[in-house]
């Protein structure tokens, strides 16, 4: 049957892949299917901060260029991940007067997003990442202590400056569902528009779990498209506890199914990313110990059932 990008792209939407430089460098099998299955391409890591701009103005796109030559490569477009973020921003960063660090963040946007501005490829970006707080309040991170609010839509702006064409997306998780966090990211993207900042997009990260239940991500996503903004799946992987089972993997598969679907759905939705591919190479089991098994492919490159499901649900459109 015919692989994922190729019903994607008859439903008008993109299925992506974030991809790790490592085994991209290094893995026949890793390169191919990521070139096969897949339309869209999402940095693991290679744009973050940390891997872009380790010291003051000293910048290196050695993993992102092998990202994005990749994705040239393949005919794949590319979300770029992340601008502003509170993890994988090195101390020096964070170690900043108010002042500087308005400056260093106008830079450095300038610079990442500046690179790949007419790059026809780079469709994207994540300009914040994960700004909220559970209860929908603002996070407290080092950009809100020392700027205030007004970092997001001094990003926002940067980020139009360096880049006018990129869809310019706010990023969070667990802001699937209906609720407070979700609420507090709706207000503020209603806000910000009305103020004439830019932001386009919305993406919902998704990093699911099959023992916390499915979201109503439809919904949800159906809210923000009626802003008038575009609306992404951006990280989404679905957990379990270990050890995998039959049963374990048919819920998972119904998981990644009702995503595809919400997102064929709701007409602003412009596709679904999934983090990695294969349970070889998933942050998952680094982060929650016991758990894994997130992804659509085995630690063999083998299918799962998350595979078919994927695959089916985006054939039956
Ligand atoms: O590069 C270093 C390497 O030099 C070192 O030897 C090794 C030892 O731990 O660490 C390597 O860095 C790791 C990096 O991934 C690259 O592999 C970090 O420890 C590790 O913390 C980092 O994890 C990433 C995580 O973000 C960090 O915040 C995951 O790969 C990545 O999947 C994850 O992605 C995030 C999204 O960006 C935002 N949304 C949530 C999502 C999952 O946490």
Request: glycine fraction near 0%; hydrophobic fraction near 45%.
């Given at each position: 049957s015919s692989p994922l990008r190729v019903h994607a792209e008859a439903q008008g939407k993109f299925i992506g892949t974030a991809l790790a430089t490592s085994p991209l460098a290094n893995e026949t099998a890793y390169r191919n299917i990521a070139a096969t299955e897949f339309n869209q391409i999402t940095a693991e890591?290679?744009?973050k901060w940390d891997a872009t701009e380790s010291s003051p103005n000293q910048f290196n796109f050695s993993g992102a260029d092998q990202i994005m030559a990749f994705a040239e490569q393949n005919g794949q477009q590319v979300h770029g991940h992340t601008l502003v973020w509170h993890n994988q921003t090195p101390?020096?960063?964070?170690?900043?007067?108010?002042?500087?660090?308005?400056?260093?963040?106008?830079?450095?946007?300038?610079?990442?997003a500046g690179r790949y501005a007419s790059n026809p490829v780079l469709?994207?970006?994540?300009?914040?990442n994960e700004?909220?707080?559970e209860n929908g309040s603002l996070r407290n991170s080092f950009w809100y202590q020392r700027l205030g609010e007004s970092y997001i839509a001094?990003?926002?702006?940067?980020?139009?400056?360096?880049?006018?064409?990129?869809?310019?997306?706010?990023?969070?998780?667990n802001v699937e569902g209906v609720n407070a966090k979700s609420t507090a990211m709706y207000n503020l993207v209603r806000t910000l528009r009305a103020q004439n900042v830019p932001v386009d997009c919305v993406g919902f990260q998704s990093h699911l779990a099959i023992q916390y239940g499915f979201p109503n991500i439809q919904e949800n996503m159906q809210r923000f498209a009626d802003l008038g903004v575009e609306v992404r799946v951006t990280e989404i992987d679905v957990r379990m506890q270990m050890p995998r089972s039959s049963a374990k993997d048919a819920t998972q598969a119904t998981y990644y199914s009702n995503v595809v679907k919400a997102c064929l759905a709701v007409s602003r939705c412009s596709g679904v990313t999934i983090w990695g591919f294969t349970d070889k190479h998933s942050w998952v089991p680094d982060t929650f110990s016991g758990e894994g098994a997130a992804l659509i492919y085995d630690e063999?490159?083998?299918?799962?059932?998350?595979?078919?499901?994927?695959?089916?649900?985006?054939?039956?459109g």
């Open positions: 890591n290679a744009m101390n020096w960063v964070q170690s900043l007067s108010a002042t500087e660090m308005r400056s260093a963040m106008q830079n450095h946007i300038s610079r990442v469709k994207s970006w994540d300009v914040v700004v909220f707080e001094d990003a926002f702006r940067y980020a139009k400056a360096a880049d006018p064409d990129a869809k310019l997306c706010i990023n969070d998780y063999n490159y083998a299918k799962k059932a998350s595979y078919t499901a994927v695959h089916d649900a985006l054939a039956a």
